[in-house]
């Protein structure tokens, strides 16, 4: 079994940064994969950006590439989200998830779940 609980959300003003922060406890050697996805208004799960928790390899969605920056810390078992250069675009629900079977860009690879954190991107 693995937790996942997220962190760091809240409201920022268009063009500033956040930083959001996954801490993961239980069984975390069996996962393979650490996402992030979102969720906006009206709009369907996406994929954000996912890593392996080597953290040799990265994944990023065309709309967040060169803006976000995933990352791991395995001795805290963490997972990060810098996010610079936010728009309104980026306002959702943003869930952490871990995968046992190394899928990283669909949501139905990720058997867990944190209860999301929202970011807000207000002008």
């Known amino acids: 079994q693995v937790q996942l609980v997220e962190s760091g959300g809240g409201l920022v003003q268009a063009g500033g940064s956040l930083r959001l922060s996954c801490a993961a406890s239980?069984?975390?050697?069996?996962?393979?994969?650490m996402g992030w996805f979102r969720q906006g208004p009206g709009k369907e799960r996406e994929f954000v950006a996912a890593?392996?928790?080597?953290?040799?390899?990265?994944y990023y969605a065309d709309s967040v590439k060169g803006r976000f920056t995933i990352s791991v810390d395995n001795a805290k078992n963490t997972v990060a989200l810098q996010m610079s250069g936010l728009n309104s675009e980026d306002t959702a629900i943003y869930y952490c998830?871990?995968?046992?079977?190394?899928?990283?860009?669909?949501?139905?690879?990720?058997?867990?779940w944190g209860q999301g954190t929202q970011v807000t991107v207000s002008s």
């Open positions: 998830a871990a995968s046992r079977r190394g899928v990283y860009y669909s949501p139905t690879g990720y058997e867990y």
């Open positions: 239980g069984r975390t050697f069996s996962t393979e994969a």
């Open positions: 890593i392996n928790w080597s953290g040799g390899r990265t």
